[in-house]
Each structure stands twice: as structure tokens, then as C-alpha cells.
């Protein structure tokens, strides 16, 4: 069974803390997404990629970095976290053309800054 | 731009009864479109999708959409839907193969006994 493995359900970190959420995906697709979910807002874009070492942009990137060394790891980074950064975190992939497939989703990393 | 519209944040309706999700879209191209569903504490799941062909789109666990081109819609429908269906459900557009796919902010399905 193809999987997006994210590595923790649940996550509490203090405030400024450098934050690390991992996401792997075993269907050696080429496009990962980070997505943050907030409750009214729907799924928001972070960051993606489309290649190894390669990121781009999403629609709310501020505060947040991304990580691709290899082709089926795809790091989110929170370089100081900060209590509006609790979300739901969502990582997600497809192989190309990402249109016609759709992505597949991680279970989610539910993180609380406090 | 495209967007999506999901014309309700949530919908109550009552076990074995009939539910209808609705999804609009804007855009003035060709587009493939999306439902994926959520269930509590989970990430999202892929229901069905529509990229040609026939309008009526078959899904898993008794899902079907409808694509609509000429009032821009894709409502999600069950003939009679059970408390396992709770979850959230979101639509979901791109204009071409190669696009990122925009989301909705999701509807809130509510299964009363």
C-alpha cells in the first residue's frame, strides 16, 4: 500500500523553538506539497516542490522553510515557532502531471505552540 | 484565477437520508476536478475525480458527482448516507494537467441517527 508517512501525529513545542516536521513518501512521486489546515480557511499552500533540492513558494510561506535532499523526503521547517503556527500540518504528493492524478495525503501532524 | 466555492461550511442531514454537497468553480478553460474526504484526526483522502469523459463520476464508500459545465458545478451526492460518513469533504479544481490543485475550505457532513 503507497503511503506519505508524516513522523509525528501530535506535536507541542515552545515558542521560538527551531521546529522539524518530516514527511516520506515511498511511490517515488517527484511533487511534495506542505500544506497547513486552520478551521474556516481550508488547506493552505506553504511550500512545494517539484525536484530534488528544488522549492518554491506557496501562498503563505512567511515563517517557514522547507528541506529536499532526497526525492522522497520533504522537510518543513519552522525556524522560531510562534503560537500562530498551531495548525494542523499536511504533507502531500503526486507524481507529474499532478492534475490528472491528484496528490496523496499524509495523516497530518496536529502541532501546538505554546 | 480559479477558484472554488463550497456553498456550505456545514451540513446536518439525518442517517440513511439522501445528502448533496455542492461545489462551484470559476474558470473559463477546461478543468479536472476534485472531491477528497477527511474523517476526524485523518489526512485527506482521494473520493473521485473528473477528468473527461462521462459527467457522472463514480467514487468509493457510494459516492457520485456530477459535472456540470454550463453552470460551472460539481456536487457530491449519496442516496442514503450511514454515521461512518462523517467527515469533512472538500472540492477541488486545476485548469490543466501540469497546475497546482486549488481546494476548497471543505463542508462539515454531519450524520444525525
Known amino acids: 500500500d503507497v503511503k506519505v508517512t508524516q513522523s509525528s501525529r501530535y506535536l507541542v513545542k515552545r515558542t521560538g523553538e527551531k521546529v522539524f516536521l518530516e514527511c516520506v513518501q515511498d511511490m517515488d512521486h517527484e511533487n511534495m506539497f506542505w500544506y497547513r489546515q486552520d478551521p474556516g480557511l481550508g488547506l493552505r499552500l506553504i511550500y512545494f516542490s517539484y525536484d530534488v533540492k528544488m522549492k518554491e513558494k506557496g501562498d503563505i510561506p512567511e515563517g517557514y522553510s522547507v528541506s529536499r535532499e532526497k526525492k522522497e523526503r520533504f522537510s518543513l521547517i519552522l525556524e522560531s515557532a510562534s503560537t500562530n503556527q498551531t495548525s494542523m500540518y499536511l504533507c502531500?504528493?503526486?507524481?507529474?502531471?499532478?492534475?490528472?492524478?491528484?496528490?496523496?495525503f499524509g495523516s497530518g501532524t496536529r502541532l501546538t505552540v505554546v | 484565477a480559479q477558484s472554488v466555492t463550497q456553498l456550505d461550511s456545514q451540513v446536518p442531514v439525518f442517517e440513511e437520508a439522501p445528502v448533496e454537497l455542492r461545489c462551484n468553480y470559476s474558470?473559463?478553460?477546461?478543468?479536472?476536478l476534485f472531491w477528497y474526504v477527511q474523517y476526524p484526526n485523518q489526512g485527506l483522502q482521494l473520493l473521485l475525480k473528473y477528468l473527461s469523459g462521462s459527467t457522472l463520476v463514480k467514487g468509493i464508500n457510494g459516492f457520485e458527482a456530477e459535472f456540470n459545465k454550463s453552470q460551472t458545478s460539481f456536487h457530491l451526492r449519496k442516496p442514503s448516507v450511514h454515521i461512518s460518513d462523517t467527515a469533512e469533504y472538500f472540492c477541488a479544481v486545476t485548469r490543466n494537467r501540469d497546475d497546482k490543485i486549488i481546494f476548497g475550505k471543505g463542508t462539515r457532513l454531519h450524520i444525525l441517527p
Open positions: 474558470s473559463s478553460v477546461s478543468v479536472y
Open positions: 502531500a504528493s503526486s507524481f507529474p502531471p499532478e492534475g490528472a492524478g491528484g496528490y496523496t
